[in-house]
């Protein structure tokens, strides 16, 4: 009877300890809440720390940490100006970093993960790697050449459709264009400096560039 009791005590005790083992760290966002935990197995645990939104069930993540439960050190964050889907597979955890990308019909934008993070366990390690998103389609000839041309009529004075054409000149230079990747690094020489809320949308476009060119070194 004693050595039952001893044992049910020992199991309450570790799965208490279990239980706490996913709080927040301490270098959390201030007010975040643990959204989701992700179980590869014993000790292989990560969990999100932050903040969601959930539109027409879609549940996109911001201003987070993603960190290992039992562990106080964050793995990774982002931060407001980025949005993330987290997704599941069978061996690996990805965080795609969403974008209003110019894919459209007629250089519309569409919400696409471009950038993805992928963690994986390799024994007790956690692997990260990265890369870009494949399934978005990069622009054809014509597509850079009309790109350019756009970019080229500009008027004087900024307005929306600058941005818009910063984010096409962004994508036309990922697609592999030089002409329209120089047009791009030039573009606030030309036009700035930008007066809100122009300025954050040129920030967004050019940290998207400079995560680009940085990654293709």
Same mark, same amino acid.
């Given at each position: ?83 993330? +889907?987290?997704?599941? =597979?069978?061996? #690996?955890?990805?965080? $795609?970093?969403?974008?209003? %990308? !110019? ?34 389609? +990069?622009?054809?000839? =014509?597509?850079? #050449?009309?790109?350019? $041309?756009?970019?080229?009529? %500009? !008027? ?62």
């Amino acid at each position: 009877m004693k050595v039952f009791l001893l044992t049910v005590v020992t199991l309450l005790s570790a799965f208490s300890i279990n239980a706490q083992e996913c709080d927040c760290p301490s270098s959390a966002p201030e007010g975040g809440e643990v959204m989701k935990t992700f179980n590869f197995g014993e000790w292989k645990e990560f969990g999100i720390c932050g903040y969601l939104t959930v539109e027409a069930g879609d549940t996109t993540y911001t201003k987070f940490v993603l960190f290992r439960c039992g562990e106080d050190e964050v793995i990774e964050h982002w931060g407001v100006n980025i949005s993330c +889907k987290v997704e599941r =597979t069978k061996d #690996a955890l990805l965080v $795609k970093e969403m974008y209003n %990308l !110019p894919i459209g019909t007629e250089f519309s934008t569409l919400w696409r993960p471009l950038y993805v993070h992928q963690y994986t366990f390799e024994g007790k390690e956690i692997k990260h790697t990265t890369y870009y998103d494949k399934k978005a389609a +990069k622009y054809t000839p =014509t597509q850079i #050449a009309a790109a350019i $041309k756009q970019y080229k009529e %500009l !008027p004087d004075k900024v307005i929306e459709h600058h941005m818009e054409t910063a984010n096409m000149l962004f994508w036309a230079t990922l697609s592999g264009s030089k002409e329209a990747e120089g047009y791009l690094k030039t573009f606030p020489d030309k036009y700035g400096p930008f007066a809100s809320p122009f300025n954050e949308e040129w920030d967004a476009v050019n940290m998207r560039y400079e995560q680009w060119k940085n990654k293709s070194k």
